[in-house]
């Protein structure tokens, strides 16, 4: 009983010297500031990298957003491209346009110099 009643008196003690600020007091941040302040400065660097990190997530998502339109959009000039430039549809182009355009049957003539002609 003696052992319950000395260990109910210190917890008593202990929430008392809680209440009242005696556990964490003046003395105990003048004998200790160095640690204390390393703590602090820890939590402030720990805070400060969790910032950085969440907005930096946040940049990479709205990033890969932009990447993947401009991909999407790419892909769409891309297609509206090889579709203009099929031989047929240009020619149905020319021929709306009505430019007297014809296609060639033979490939074009390659001229070269001949030296004995001179």
């Not at 917890?11 to 302040?37: A, E, Q, T, Y």
């Not at 892909?75 to 020619?91: D, G, H, L, T």
Request: aromatic content about 8%; glycine content about 0%.
């Amino acid at each position: 009983m003696a052992q319950q009643a000395t260990k109910k008196k210190s917890d008593d003690n202990f929430l008392k010297k809680l209440i009242f600020g005696r556990i964490l007091s003046l003395d105990f941040f003048k004998k200790h500031w160095v640690s204390v302040f390393v703590v602090v400065m820890a939590i402030l660097i720990y805070i400060t990298n969790r910032y950085q990190c969440l907005t930096r997530m946040e940049d990479i998502r709205k990033l890969e957003q932009e990447l993947e339109i401009v991909e999407t959009e790419r892909i769409r000039e891309r297609s509206s491209y090889m579709s203009r430039i099929r031989e047929s549809s240009m020619q149905e182009m020319v021929d709306t346009m009505r430019l007297n355009l014809k296609i060639q049957d033979q490939p074009p003539y390659k001229l070269t110099k001949n030296e004995s002609s001179q």
